[in-house]
């Protein structure tokens, strides 16, 4: 059985998977996702014909956050999603009162998990147009819609949605099946999906600000506390709160892994004396950390790997995230997750060393006299965001080298899972103000931006004028969208590694760099070199 699919920055030989995904992503699964992505299409062509519909809205989230990179490996949830999708298409047809004709919006799943497999074969990635840079921007748009629906999926967990950015998921899905838009149409599309984004980023900054507290730098412990204890990975932070009250007065010690780790800055969450800890790194050692980790292990959301046999047996996944063989907890009731920690092995105290988090726009803007005063002063002579997700690639120890050498008078920033590269090392601080600030998680991108924004309007100039340098990691979907959205704002001279993206076609890559003059990494004494310069 065949398959492809290139959404990610592991996709093989830099062009794309078509054997079995680098992801652990069997053709099976690539096929079904294939399949429920053509499905909301169908969905879409309806929904963007009628009114706002919650179950319909909330469904379309889920099913897209289903397809991105690392979240769900099973084929028969992927399955149960194709058949609720065909069954939402058809309400959404009788609710519209219009019925549309093509091969999208006649779509019809068999009742099977092999014939729909068989017919997501047929679909692939798309099929609607055979210029390859149309295609090009419609994978843009395509994983931007993606990503953006991740984020989503966490703001709507805490109560928030938004109708327009909703109408602009199905209108964006629908337009994809239109044969009659050209290459400028999509390009547009994809750079509202960057503004519509920024939107999304900014609901989930405020459902986490309105449900948890503005974050606070805080101190995190990387060594291990005597007792029982869960490890907790993925971005939820609901999951989180709600695994923290369940396992209040039980004796269970609650740690952070990988992008969990802002949970510590959160006041809401901080308040738990039971979260004692980070325990490990970003998600692509996760093999070799559990294995090492005696407790329970969830995840909330991607980035899951092929479990080994050493701790599948201690693993839990819990909302879209699942991969076969592994024990999903389905809805709000983590006594099994507290069950098996509390029978399994305890942790021993060994305390580690102690990084700080809970650098987000509330807290850094709270100094921004400081930093604006220190600046001005010249102690600080540039910022650098060094974010972005992480991979296994040993290309990416250029963040490291990055940060290592970033002069001593720059302040660092940075966000998502590529903060591991560098987060443990030590670069003191000017003035009492941290030379390393960690904003976040992916999901914190907004916080970045409202830093940059207010900083540029403190020194009354564009973003683009500041004495700032991005230098951004991407491995998923997640990462396509905020790129869009840092383009809707015209932040340009973004660096981005550590390769291009294997759907960007070179026309659309020159398109690119003509507008935004983004760039791949090359060396870190040239690039650092440019952007001092
Ligand atoms: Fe990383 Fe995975 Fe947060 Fe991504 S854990 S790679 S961009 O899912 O979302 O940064
Ligand atoms: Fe390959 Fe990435 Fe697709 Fe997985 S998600 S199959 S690694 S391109």
Redesign the pocket.
């Known amino acids: 059985m065949s398959m492809f699919c290139n959404q990610c920055e592991q996709a093989a030989n830099g062009t794309g998977c078509n054997i079995s995904g680098v992801c652990g992503k069997k053709p099976e699964v690539a096929a079904l996702q294939d399949h429920l992505l053509y499905g909301l299409k169908s969905l879409a062509l309806y929904a963007d014909k009628m009114g706002r519909n919650t179950e319909i809205d909330r469904f379309t989230i889920e099913g897209l956050f289903s397809t991105v990179?690392?979240v769900d490996f099973e084929a028969a949830r992927i399955g149960a999603l194709i058949t609720r999708c065909y069954e939402l298409k058809e309400k959404a047809k009788a609710a519209a009162g219009v019925t549309l004709s093509g091969p999208v919006a006649d779509w019809k799943p068999a009742a099977d998990l092999v014939g729909m497999t068989t017919q997501g074969e047929a679909h692939g990635i798309n099929t609607q147009h055979v210029n390859e840079d149309i295609r090009s921007v419609i994978e843009i748009l395509m994983y931007g819609l993606k990503g953006m629906s991740?984020y989503m999926d966490h703001a709507m967990i805490l109560g928030k949605t938004d109708n327009d950015v909703m109408a602009f998921f199905h209108k964006a899905l629908a337009a994809t099946t239109d044969a009659n838009l050209g290459l400028m149409d999509f390009v547009g599309l994809a750079m509202e999906c960057g503004k519509q984004n920024l939107t999304v980023m900014g609901l989930l900054d405020s459902a986490h600000t309105d449900t948890y507290g503005h974050p606070v730098p805080t101190p995190v412990q990387l060594g291990t506390k005597a007792g029982k204890a869960i490890l907790v990975t993925g971005?939820d932070m609901k999951m989180m709160e709600e695994i923290l009250k369940q396992t209040e007065g039980k004796g269970i010690n609650v740690y952070t892994h990988?992008?969990m780790l802002p949970a510590h800055g959160y006041p809401g969450l901080k308040k738990y004396s039971h979260l004692v800890g980070n325990y490990g790194g970003?998600?692509q050692d996760q093999a070799k950390e559990f294995a090492n980790f005696p407790g329970a292990i969830i995840f909330n959301?991607?980035?899951i790997q092929k479990p080994a046999e050493s701790y599948i047996d201690r693993l839990y996944t819990w909302g879209l995230v699942a991969w076969p063989g592994v024990k999903h907890i389905d809805g709000w009731d983590f006594s099994p997750v507290i069950n098996k920690a509390l029978e399994c092995q305890s942790l021993p105290e060994n305390p580690g060393q102690e990084i700080l988090t809970g650098f987000g726009h509330n807290a850094v803007l709270g100094v921004a006299d400081k930093v604006i005063a220190a600046v001005k002063s010249g102690d600080i002579k540039h910022f650098f965001l060094i974010g972005?997700?992480?991979g296994a690639k040993s290309g990416r120890n250029y963040y490291t080298e990055f940060a290592e050498k970033a002069p001593k008078d720059t302040v660092i920033m940075t966000l998502?899972?590529?903060k591991y590269r560098f987060n443990k090392l030590e670069f003191g601080d000017i003035g009492g103000i941290p030379r390393l600030l960690d904003i976040g998680?992916?999901?914190d991108a907004y916080s970045a931006i409202k830093i940059a924004v207010a900083l540029a309007g403190a020194f009354e100039c564009g973003v683009n004028d500041l004495p700032l340098s991005m230098v951004l990691s991407w491995?998923?979907q997640?990462?396509v969208v905020i790129l869009l959205t840092l383009f809707h704002l015209g932040i340009k001279n973004i660096k981005l590694g550590p390769t291009l993206p294997a759907f960007i076609t070179p026309n659309v890559l020159a398109f690119l760099v003509e507008n935004f003059n983004i760039g791949p990494i090359t060396t870190v004494d040239a690039d650092m070199k440019a952007m001092l310069g």
């Open positions: 990179t690392n991740a971005h990988g992008e970003a998600w959301t991607n980035c972005g997700c992480d998502a899972c590529g998680q992916c999901n491995y998923e997640k990462a």
